[in-house]
């Protein structure tokens, strides 16, 4: 744990080399990367933190900014300049990082990212009612089970075509994720102004794009605009046989794909 802008936020550190930090899925925590940050860290420096409020980390009841957290932590860790690697709102994170910090990010590496002011299509909610349907927002076992099903399993495949150990795993984080987003709710988060949708073409810096070939169609489609409006990025062809959390059900394609990014 590190004291962070008043919170104490939780975080793994391994390996050696260039720094490269890791910002999990809205539906998860830092334990997403179980698998490919030990892979990661036989030549970088790898730090998996758990964004304010998410996993173990805390979230007082003040205004706050994730793309700040990030820089503060690191701060706190000497790190002058980070690779920052995300997945769906985790990528959101990094986008709004080197939007802000971009001294302090030497490369973007996105997974099915999200980007902060981007809309959702009218495909993507029919998609969610035929699939998932009406669950109450309270009952955070069957809200996460409808996500699991919609982001995890994607709208390409049948539950039983998907490791159930991951669905399982998946469900259990996020019914964690949903407390934190309920207790977030309640906290000012300090948005940037205009939204990263509308600044994509700002980013000076390598940028490595991709999604799940099983996910939502708005995230493949999202990751070309990403590799359109920013100026060099590198679009690789989504990946074959993995939904929303792509780096955690295929680390080891993910892997690969940062060998050659990162160096």
Known sequence: MIDINGARLAYDDLGSGSPVLLLH?????????????????????VIALDLRGYG?????????????????????LGIDRAALVGCSFGGAVAIDTALTHPKRVSALALFGSAVAGNQWSEEAEQLWETLVG???????????AGEVRFWVV??????????????AFAE???????AAEQALSAVEVDDLDPP????????RLPVLVTAGAADVPD?????????????????????????????LERPEAVDAALRDFLG
């Open 25 to 45: 899925a809205g539906i998860a925590d830092r334990r997403m990367w179980r698998h490919l940050a030990p892979a990661l860290a036989e030549r970088h420096r």
């Open 196 to 203: 990263a949708i509308e600044r994509l073409g700002e980013l």
């Open 154 to 167: 994607g709208p390409g495949r049948r539950p039983e075509d998907v490791d159930p150990g991951l669905v």
């Open 134 to 144: 009406e669950v109450d927002p309270e009952d955070f076992a069957a809200s996460a």
């Open 219 to 247: 995230i493949s489609r999202l990751a070309d605009r990403i590799a359109a409006e920013v100026p060099g990025a590198v679009r690789l062809p989504d990946m074959p046989d993995a939904a929303h959390l792509l780096p």
């Open 56 to 76: 173990d980390s805390e979230l007082p009841p003040a205004s706050f900014a994730h793309h700040d957290d990030v820089v503060a932590v690191l701060d706190a």
């Open 172 to 178: 259990e984080m996020d019914q964690r994720a949903l």
